[in-house]
Structures are given as C-alpha cells and as structure tokens.
C-alpha cells in the first residue's frame, strides 16, 4: 500500500510540476508579448513624435523666410515714401522727361515687390475711421459734418505683406 501511495504521491508532484512549467511557459510567452506590445507602443510613438517635429521645423522654415521678406519689406518701405514725394515735387517743376523716367523706376519697383507679396492699403478721404486698419496721428475739426470721425488726409501710406499687415497707413481724422 506504501508503493501506492508513493506512486500517488509521485504522479501529483510531476503533476504539479508539469502545470507550474506550463504557466512559466505561458508567463514567458505572455511576457514576451507584452515587451513586444511596449516595443510597438514605443516605435509608434516615436514615429509620432517624429512626423510632428518634420512638421514643426516645415513650418518654422516657412515662417523664417516670410519674416525674412517681411524684415526686407520693411526697410524699403521708407524707400517707397521717399519716390512718392521725389514725384510729387517732380510733377511741380513740370520737368515731363525726368517726371517720366522717375515713374517708370518707381513702377518697377513697385511691380517687382507686388511680386514678392507686398501690396498698399487703399485708404481715401471720407472714409470711416476703423482702428484696425489704420493708425490715427492726430484729430482736427472735421471741415464738414459728414467728416466728423471719418479720415480727412492720408499722412502714410500703409502695406500689407501677404495677409499680415506690416505697416497702419498713418491717417488725421475729423474732429
């Protein structure tokens, strides 16, 4: 009777043992598949994080050559300010030639910066005042009613490069 209790005995340890292999077999497996799963989990979000910085430094580079054109804009604006009242003398002198070859230059110009993004901002007299787009230097009595909080001169002219504007045209508005 002792042998089979023995042999009981025996075959409930290899079974015992036989279950505690298979479980570390399918722990392995199962944590195999769990540094596979962290593995996958850490590419894509790298691959993630990747394509927004390809993005981020596309847009930078976008942004850093249209500042660069808005920093050079900027400087030839004053340029610009300057044909307008060479012309505006020009055209008192009544010098028809030298008048003509200025306007030619000063459309070249004009054209080539057009070109480049660079456009005026259309402001008349009578027009209503609006302080988003244009920049009150001073106001003085409106010389009629229907001129009171509307623009009377246009002191500078304003541009826009692209949609961003770089310079308010400088406007005196009625009082």
Same mark, same amino acid.
């Given at each position: 009777m002792s042998t089979k209790k023995d042999s009981k005995k025996e075959k409930e340890v290899l079974d015992k043992e036989a279950a505690q292999q298979e479980t570390k077999e399918i722990s392995i497996e199962e944590q195999l598949k769990l540094e596979v799963n962290?593995?996958?989990?850490?590419?894509?979000?790298?691959?993630?994080?990747?394509?927004?910085?390809?993005?981020? #430094?596309?847009?930078?580079?976008i942004e850093l050559f249209k500042t660069a054109n808005e920093d050079l804009m900027t400087v030839l604006l004053p340029i610009l300010d300057d044909f307008d009242r060479g012309l505006?003398?020009?055209?008192?002198a009544k010098d028809k030639e030298l008048l003509k070859g200025m306007e030619l230059i000063k459309n070249k110009l004009?054209? #080539?910066?057009n070109q480049k993004g660079l456009s005026?901002?259309?402001?008349?007299q009578g027009e209503v005042f609006d302080v988003e787009l244009h920049e009150a230097i001073t106001q003085i009595p409106a010389p009629s009613e229907d001129l009171k909080g509307k623009i009377i001169d246009v002191v500078e002219q304003g541009y826009k490069l692209g949609d961003k504007i770089i310079r308010y045209p400088k406007v005196v508005i009625g009082q």
């Open positions: 962290q593995e996958r989990d850490k590419f894509l979000r790298l691959f993630a994080e990747f394509e927004n910085y390809k993005k981020r #430094t596309s847009k930078e580079r505006n003398e020009i055209k008192k004009n054209n #080539t910066l005026l901002i259309k402001v008349e």
